[in-house]
């Protein structure tokens, strides 16, 4: 691990502070992505600025339609809260599917979502339940946040405060995970939100991405059975030495509808 300045902040005002003060500064959440790629060498920022003293970026708070997360609430919190099991089960039960429990314990969902994975579950839900990540500057629905592999709308010096869930009437994720990291070869979130059926595919293709063919076929008839004869094009999804671009857009017709038979 190269050398570096450790800050921790205490509001969000002063991490952006920190961050802007410093020559190659970076947010730290979790660490359990970004302190493995430093002690690499893969990453060598001059600074680091911890979250974790920031008490407003933690916690969970559930309106009549809405759940939000702050940013610093750990992928556990996510799983054993009883307003989420309550208010959205299937994003409780994807929180719980994340890594190990150290993962768990440490990870947080701002992390994950700055992060943006190509095979993390997160992007999943936010995708599939048609989310809103909050910024200290602006809000940014799901549609807009995933970019590219590793890339995300966000900007240099923008930090997610908080990701809100409209609750929905109905949802489950289904997750094939790779056998060794226990990341998502494929997961998918299929969900009837307030704006209609939607569903939200992580780990097949570079970023998260919504099945437009599948949402259609569930809005006619939601069964699993409306999804079964639907495949997606293999062209430019991800392929590694776990499976082929192929082998990926099939798991992502048989998760959506193991997904739309779980909540049929
Ligand atoms: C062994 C292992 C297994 C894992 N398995 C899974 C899995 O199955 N599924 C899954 O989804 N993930 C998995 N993960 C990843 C895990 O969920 C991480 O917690 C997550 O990717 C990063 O979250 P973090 O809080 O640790 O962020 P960090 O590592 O601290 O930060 C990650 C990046 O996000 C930036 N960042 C952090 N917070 C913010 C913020 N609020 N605003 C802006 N930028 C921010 C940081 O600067 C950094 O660039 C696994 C990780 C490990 C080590």
């Not at 990540?133 to 890339?151: H, Q, V």
Request: aromatic letters at 6%; glycine letters at 10%.
């Amino acid at each position: 691990m190269y050398q570096f300045e450790y800050h921790k902040a205490s509001s969000v005002d002063d991490a952006l502070k920190k961050l802007g003060g410093a020559e190659d500064g970076k947010i730290l959440a979790g660490g359990m992505t970004l302190l493995p790629t430093m002690k690499q060498r893969l990453a060598a920022p001059s600074d680091l600025i911890d979250l974790a003293g920031i008490a407003d970026l933690k916690g969970i708070k559930v309106d009549g339609k809405t759940v939000t997360i702050g940013a610093m609430t750990t992928h556990w919190e996510v799983h054993s809260s009883k307003e989420v099991q309550k208010a959205i089960p299937a994003l409780s039960d994807l929180a719980g599917l994340i890594g190990d429990p150290m993962v768990r314990h440490r990870g947080t969902i701002g992390g994950s979502l700055a992060n943006s994975d190509p095979s993390a579950d997160y992007p999943a839900a936010v995708m599939g339940l048609g989310a809103t990540i909050k910024t200290n500057k602006r809000e940014i629905a799901a549609d807009d946040y995933f970019k590219g592999l590793f890339e995300t709308a966000l900007e240099d010096g923008e930090l997610i405060v908080a990701v809100s869930f409209p609750i929905p009437k109905r949802a489950a994720y289904q997750k094939f995970p790779q056998p060794a990291s226990r990341y998502a070869m494929v997961g998918v979130m299929v969900a009837e939100t307030p704006s209609g059926i939607r569903v939200g595919v992580t780990g097949a293709g570079p970023c998260a991405f919504r099945v437009p063919e599948m949402e259609k076929a569930l809005t006619a008839k939601f069964s699993a059975d409306s999804v079964a004869g639907i495949t997606i094009p293999s062209d430019g999804l991800n392929a590694d030495l776990h499976g082929s671009a192929d082998y990926r857009a099939h798991l992502v017709t048989v998760m959506a509808k193991r997904a739309a038979a779980t909540i049929a």
